[in-house]
């Protein structure tokens, strides 16, 4: 797969010129062309709907792999639209019919003429209310669709992308044999299209994830990814039929926890970062969720989702950081999660954008509203900055800026959460001398002793996880050497 081309001369001989792309395709066709020829395997192709299947003949299937639309983030059947008209007219024959030029069907028919042999003008005309997708101006075309368990559901709805999928799944697994696989490939960033997911895949047709892994699927320089966080990979799933008993819910999420920071770990060692490294722990946890048939603490699936999975995934990836169980509070994860995953670029501080702050949120089982009153972050043109020593040459500039910003006094003895605590402390180790510092340390923990150790503990992943030219980094070991502490953790990371 080649994600870029060069606007050169077409025919100069490059690999992404015009003629080596094209000399790219004809080398894969030659490949699939030869590799069927002389095999004593068939192959048929046909153009069905997932949700019925009716154009196969009873069939019971080894593998079955599918691309399951994404929920809202592509308009399949008008965006392939300008395509279509054009496949059409290259696919089909010309024929003189009473004196007018009419197309006629040569391949494909079913994909470009009704059963009547008349030209589809469009895709969305004819295949957008089939559909399994979310696209909320469909409904304004096709009406309400009446016929799912009696209810009007708007065409093009969250509700009925949800129907559709879960229809499809049905469909696909009355058809794969009871030891074959299913295999989809998914990717969202919001927990309502993983409930979506898990609704169709394991709790309507009573599938389990045996296994998932992350596989790149955008290219990072698309046009669209441009000045945003964006998800450029999919999570590959595999599904097999067989889940069985049931498990208390926290129970499960420790053993998520335990589990999925070793591919948390692995993951980073492969350089995924941002919301590609959590949606990709995001699948190791969905894979330990659903091997049960019920668990057991949670009212419906959607709490499943935003009250275990997603933190459970968050979890993971703060121990992966660390090597060890550290017990640090939802604040204080958000803080250090949002520290490791979201790249400042060349920002004085990080922004999250929508997306990333509602993923750590629910990860982190923290309200954006709470974490803007405790001055965690502040909103700026839309996205959300987080209050962090600025990037500087001097620290000590930075870290008294940031106090300024926080409204934060360094010789008050009582503070608002751990962070503040860290920044604090920060300072101090600037200003004061290794005995002073041990002292005034000593102090505060007679009244914070528990916030003052959160913070010490933060200071040691932070030391531990960021890059060295991070200014963060630089202060919270100038805090860590005098207080005599060394690295409790075990770097297990990339």
Known sequence: MQWNWCEIQPLIDLPLSYRGTLENAVEGLSYLVNTVSGSSSSIRVLLDDVSELSKLDGEKFDVIVTDPPYRDDVAYSEL?????????????????VGGV???????????????????????????????????EGRSKLFGNNKDINGEEVPVGSFDYFRYLLSESFKAMVARLKDDGVLVTYYAHTSPDAWEALLEAGWQRTGLRISAAHALATESPQRVTARGATTLDMSILVAWRKGTSGEALADEVYAKAVEFCSKEASRYRSQGYDSVNLFVAVLGCALSQFTQYKRIIGVKNLGELVEKHIYPATAAAIAKSLTGAETKLSPVSQFYLLAKVLIDRGRRQRRRLDGTSAIILSIGTRTAIDQLKTLRVFERVDGDLTLLEPAHSRNARNSIEELLREKDLNPQATTFRTAVDVLHVLEYLALVLKSDELKRRVDELKTRNGAMIDEAIDLAKILVTALPNEEVERNLAQKLLDPLGVGGLFEFTGG
């Open 80 to 96: 392939s639209d300008f395509y279509y008209v054009w496949l059409k007219r290259v696919l089909s024959d010309v024929a003189d």
């Open 101 to 135: 030029l009419v197309r006629k069907p040569r391949f494909l028919p079913e994909a470009f003429f009704n059963e009547f042999g008349n030209e589809i003008d469009t895709q969305w005309k004819r295949f957008a209310v089939r559909e399994i997708s979310e696209v």
